[in-house]
């Protein structure tokens, strides 16, 4: 099972952030980094993603929840020599 950074589907929009997934079981938050708004994948359980519209609102995120999942490791992005999903960093969830 291979997946480049460019199979993501984004499923939730909001604004520089989304969740969505690769192939049909790894869900992911996908966030936009640097000063290009690069893409960064990290990966998020079923639940964290049916939840994002809770703490991922622009409005009022929980922070928490952000610094959570954005400690995870980075499993693929837009970055060069990031371009292919790292599936050893794959955990159960």
Not at 4 to 26: A, M, N, Q, T
Not at 30 to 54: C, M, N, R, W
Request: proline residues 2%.
């Amino acid at each position: 099972m291979s997946f480049h950074y460019k199979e993501y589907i984004r499923l939730k929009d909001g604004g520089y952030h989304s969740v969505g997934k690769f192939g049909e079981h790894i869900y992911a938050y996908e966030v936009l980094t640097g000063f290009t708004d690069t893409p960064e994948y990290h990966q998020i359980s079923k639940a964290e993603f049916d939840s994002f519209e809770v703490w991922g609102r622009n409005d009022n995120m929980d922070m928490q929840k952000f610094y959570e999942i954005a400690e995870r490791p980075v499993l693929c992005s837009g970055y060069l020599g990031r371009a292919e999903l790292d599936t050893a960093l794959l955990r159960d969830v």
